[in-house]
């Protein structure tokens, strides 16, 4: 059996040759313990190379922790963010029409807001009318109105006034009488067969919405009063 032994060693100051190590430890087969020794030497003994990128990369790993926070944040609430847009232009697309809607209002509130209209006028001018008088004409604007009626007798002239000064579409201080005129008959002198003949002007009140349904409700006028609830039901709908 052979014996693995170098006799050239014994009792000689020749010295066995060790291959050097290489410049970079790290390459070598060299222990962790060394590898850590030697990083720590070649980062004291040249700052100037390690200092600069260093400090950024501790200010760039700072600044990421910093804003991981907020910036995680944000993620979560952008598409709350882009919902909130979205209902941002849904309103304002609905404030345009809400004011659109408010313009047309105003337009046709005229026809609600002003004197009473001809039928109310002409249902509570026939009621008005007592047996016995003749309605000859009349004339109504959106202020004023003109009768000209004629009897037999001053008496039923009488009652007609009065159910004029009673009706609720007629400013009883303004009634006045125009004009009357007396006729006698051919048939006889005597006062029933009297023809008198008179002329009657005054003004129409102006009606708020909930006289005009109430009136509306007693002339039976149905047409015209959905119109108004319509008209009012929508009115408070964009007034709040």
Same mark, same amino acid.
């Given at each position: 059996? =052979?014996?693995?032994?170098?006799?050239?060693?014994?009792?000689?100051?020749?010295?066995?040759?060790?291959?050097?190590? =290489?410049?970079?430890?790290?390459?070598?087969?060299?222990?962790?313990?060394?590898?850590?020794?030697?990083?720590?030497?070649?980062?004291?003994?040249?700052?100037?190379?390690?200092?600069?990128?260093?400090?950024?990369?501790?200010?760039?790993?700072?600044?990421?922790?910093?804003?991981?926070?907020?910036?995680?944040?944000?993620?979560?609430?952008?598409?709350?963010?882009?919902?909130?847009?979205?209902?941002?232009? @849904?309103?304002?697309?609905?404030?345009?029409?809400?004011?659109?809607?408010?313009?047309?209002?105003?337009?046709?509130?005229?026809?609600?807001?002003?004197?009473?209209?001809?039928?109310?006028?002409?249902?509570?001018?026939?009621?008005?009318? =007592?047996?016995?008088?003749?309605?000859?004409?009349?004339?109504?604007?959106?202020?004023?109105?003109?009768?000209?009626?004629?009897?037999?007798?001053?008496?039923?002239?009488?009652?007609?006034?009065?159910?004029?000064?009673?009706? =609720?579409?007629?400013?009883?201080?303004?009634?006045?009488?125009?004009?009357?005129?007396?006729?006698?008959?051919?048939?006889?002198?005597?006062?029933?067969?009297?023809?008198?003949?008179?002329?009657?002007?005054?003004?129409?009140? #102006?009606?708020?919405?909930? #006289?005009?349904? @109430?009136?509306?409700?007693?002339?039976?006028?149905?047409?015209?009063?959905?119109?108004?609830?319509?008209?009012?039901?929508?009115?408070?709908?964009?007034?709040?």
């Amino acid at each position: 059996m =052979p014996v693995n032994y170098n006799f050239a060693f014994k009792n000689s100051k020749l010295r066995r040759w060790e291959r050097p190590a =290489p410049d970079n430890l790290l390459l070598s087969n060299a222990s962790l313990k060394k590898k850590i020794i030697y990083l720590y030497q070649f980062f004291r003994s040249n700052p100037e190379l390690f200092y600069p990128p260093g400090l950024i990369l501790i200010a760039t790993v700072t600044i990421q922790i910093i804003t991981f926070y907020p910036t995680n944040n944000i993620s979560k609430l952008e598409s709350q963010h882009q919902e909130y847009t979205k209902v941002t232009r @849904q309103l304002s697309g609905l404030d345009m029409r809400i004011n659109t809607m408010k313009k047309h209002l105003n337009n046709i509130k005229v026809f609600y807001s002003q004197s009473t209209p001809v039928y109310l006028f002409a249902f509570y001018l026939q009621n008005s009318i =007592p047996q016995g008088v003749q309605l000859n004409n009349y004339f109504v604007s959106e202020t004023g109105f003109d009768i000209r009626a004629s009897a037999f007798g001053i008496e039923q002239i009488n009652e007609m006034i009065t159910l004029l000064v009673e009706s =609720p579409i007629i400013s009883k201080n303004t009634l006045v009488i125009k004009k009357i005129n007396t006729t006698d008959s051919d048939i006889s002198n005597s006062t029933a067969n009297t023809n008198v003949s008179v002329e009657i002007q005054g003004r129409i009140l #102006k009606l708020d919405l909930e #006289k005009r349904k @109430q009136l509306y409700k007693e002339s039976l006028a149905h047409g015209l009063l959905r119109k108004l609830m319509r008209f009012n039901d929508l009115n408070q709908l964009i007034r709040s």
